[in-house]
């Protein structure tokens, strides 16, 4: 089905717990940063680790609650789809890695721009790979997101690389997971899966080197980074399933609510630097996502009067 994706192309009951799902997951990471400004004395790539470690045991433990390991057959039967895994797990990680290190760093606000662009990065990957077709008007506004990018990439005298890292890898990761054939929890299994070995080794290999914060910080520390395990598997899955039951453009508009948070804890509870010259360049970035809203509800609200008025 091709599409410009209205509310009205999927059945009403599936879309309403889709968008709860999303909600629910943009929700909780817009206050992430606050779990790793807790973790700040441990160095990205070790909580990073941990993420793909403890995400790994939390859906082992509810693949065993609910008995549910029969999904396993499907990879012995379609190599192909652990393939797809390597490519998500790959993109997922990436995420997480740049994400962590910029929290860390105190670039919240920076790491807040790249879920503002995120939008209209899965319109363009929509149009690109899954054939949607954009308007006028979302071109205009993806237009006018380039050009605060630009002005952004101008005033700071380099490319706002966290955020456009960021957009792209999740933006990415959306896609192959909307177009996945596992559902959340099994896929989350499988790209944890594959991503443990890696993660495991490396926190062997820190604590040879009595580098492991784990083995020597005190138990809330230990107890945060266990953590890292629901706190990552929950929005995830929430987001997962999320994405397989709405639209990418809707999923999009729902994706506004975290960097919101992010910006607002970054600016008002972190105390990071939010210049006249930057906020232009957001500004941009935010008239581009009020025109494209404002046209994709304005076309959502004209669909059922334009069905109604159609000839029978």
Known sequence: MRAHFCAAHAPHPVMKRGVWYAVAAYLLWGIFPIYIKLLQAVPATEILAHRMVWSLVVVAALLTLQRHWKWLHKLAADPKVILRFVATATVVSLNWGVYIWAINSNRV???????????????????????????????????????????????????????????????????????????????????????????????????????????????????LLALAGPVTAVPL????????????SL??????????????????????????????????????????????????????????AAPK
């Open 109 to 223: 606000v920076d790491a807040s721009l790249g879920y503002f662009i995120n939008p209209l990065v899965n319109v363009l990957l929509g149009a690109m790979l899954l054939g949607e077709r954009l308007r006028p008007v979302q071109w205009v506004a993806v237009a006018i997101a380039a050009l605060g990018v630009a002005w952004l990439t101008v005033q700071a005298g380099t490319l706002p690389w966290i955020g456009l890292v960021l957009a792209v890898s999740f933006g990415t990761y959306g896609l192959l997971r909307k177009t996945a054939t596992l559902g959340a929890l099994e896929g989350l299994a499988l790209e944890t899966a594959l991503l443990f070995p890696l993660a495991f080794s490396y926190l062997l290999w820190l604590a040879y080197n009595h580098q492991n914060t784990f083995v020597d910080a005190p138990a809330s520390v230990r107890v």
């Open 251 to 308: 999923l999009g508009l729902l994706q506004y609510i975290g960097p919101t948070l992010q910006l607002l804890l970054g600016v008002l509870l972190y105390h990071e630097p939010f210049v006249a010259a930057k906020a232009a360049g957001y500004a941009l970035i935010w008239g581009a996502l009020a025109l494209y809203t404002s046209e994709m509800l304005w076309r959502n609200w004209r669909a059922p009067a334009a069905a109604a």
């Open 237 to 248: 899955l929430l987001f997962a399933a999320g994405a397989r039951r709405i639209p990418l």
